[in-house]
C-alpha cells in the first residue's frame, strides 16, 4: 500500500466524501480510487473557500478538505486557512510535498 492510498483510506473513513483540490496533487487520484469526489479548482484559496463551505453548509457534521500543491500553493491557500482558523472551522488540509529524492537538498 502507498502512503496516498493509505491517506484516502482514512478519509474515506472518517466520512469525508468530497476532495477539493488543485490539480498536480497526487493524492486527488488516490483519492478518486477510493470513491471519494475530486473537485477541482483553478486557484488554491478558492478550493479552501469551497472545503470551508462544505463544514459550514453542514453545520460541522462533515468536513472539508483540500489539497494542494507544496510552496507557492501552500503560500494561495493560507488567506482561507486563517479564515477558518479565525472563526473555529474545522478543515483537513493537505500539500503535497516533496519527492524524498530531493528533499533536503539546497537549490
Sequence with gaps: MKVG????????????EILCG???NHLI???AQADIRPVMVRQERIGLHMA?????VTS???IGAFCMQH???????YG?????????IPLLVIP??????IAGIDP
Excluded at 5 to 16: L, N, Q, S, V, Y
Aim: no cysteine; net charge neutral.
Design 29 to 31: 487520484e488516490f483519492a
Design 5 to 16: 492510498e493509505a491517506i484516502a483510506e482514512i478519509m474515506k473513513r472518517e466520512g469525508i
Design 80 to 88: 482561507g486557512v486563517a479564515q477558518a482558523f479565525s472563526e473555529s
Design 22 to 24: 488543485y490539480p498536480v
Design 60 to 62: 460541522g457534521r462533515k
Design 71 to 77: 510552496g507557492p500553493g501552500t503560500e494561495n491557500a
Design 96 to 101: 503535497q510535498g516533496y519527492p524524498r529524492r
Design 52 to 56: 470551508d463551505a462544505i463544514t459550514r
